[in-house]
T-cell receptor
Framework: NAGVTQTPKFQVLKTGQSMTLQCAQD?????MSWYRQDPGMGLRLIHY???????DQGEVPNGYNVSRSTTEDFPLRLLSAAPSQTSVYFC????????????FGSGTRLTVV | AQSVTQLGSHVSVSEGALVLLRCNYS??????LFWYVQYPNQGLQLLLK??????LVKGINGFEAEFKKSETSFHLTKPSAHMSDAAEYFC??????????FGTGTRLQVFP
């Protein structure tokens, strides 16, 4: 049981490049979310999903796309990276909402130069 | 809309002293509340959660938190700090909108 797996752990991008951050969970969780963590700002919700085929925007969705074709996977796409997207990204999953709590991955540290 | 306010971005205590980390929430319905801990260069780990079963919630590593509806608070405490408690602590709220919203975090330093 691996929990929530994020790849890569580190990435450096040039401005304008695109990339996909991968997130997979093996706990059969319905809910999955992407957060970014920046100093002094805590964790801010980017996008979330309550099941396969269902996604919605969080607090800071601009510049990011998601899709959820399977229960296990929830990739985050940066279409055209900008320096403002330099951050640590966390994926999290929950069996369902309503107080179950989320299990977090170990994060992806992204630098855009 | 739900929100969380953590008072004090940094808290310093001596080893053996009381730890008190403050969290106030805003929610239009009875919320679920959580405390998470993040050690350096790691992901977040659930410390404890309030789901309306009991107002005083005990978590891992000797931490506990009390839900006070009248004060809209969910402060985290530990009677005696240990050096290993040094980390960043996040309060979070879920009010059944399918989203978990976090506060800005409190960094706890423990001095010998």
């Amino acid at each position: 049981n691996a929990g929530v797996t994020q790849t890569p752990k580190f990435q450096v991008l040039k401005t304008g490049q695109s990339m996909t951050l991968q997130c997979a969970q093996d706990m059969n969780h319905e809910y999955m979310s992407w957060y970014r963590q920046d100093p002094g700002m805590g964790l801010r919700l980017i996008h979330y999903s309550v099941g396969a085929g269902i996604t919605d925007q969080g607090e800071v969705p601009n510049g990011y796309n998601v899709s959820r074709s399977t229960t296990e996977d929830f990739p985050l796409r940066l279409l055209s990276a900008a320096p403002s997207q330099t951050s640590v990204y966390f994926c999290a999953s929950s069996l369902q909402g309503y107080g179950y709590g989320y299990t977090f991955g170990s994060g992806t540290r992204l630098t855009v130069v | 809309a739900q929100s969380v306010t953590q008072l004090g971005s940094h808290v310093s205590v001596s080893e053996g002293a009381l730890v008190l980390l403050r969290c106030n929430y805003s929610s239009s319905v009875p919320p679920y509340l959580f405390w998470y801990v993040q050690y350096p260069n790691q992901g977040l780990q659930l410390l404890l959660k309030y789901t309306s079963a009991a107002t005083l919630v005990k978590g891992i590593n000797g931490f506990e938190a009390e839900f006070k509806k009248s004060e809209t608070s969910f402060h985290l405490t530990k009677p005696s700090a240990h050096m290993s408690d040094a980390a960043e602590y996040f309060c979070a709220v879920d009010d059944n909108t399918d989203k978990l919203i976090f506060g800005t975090g409190t960094r706890l330093q423990v001095f010998p």
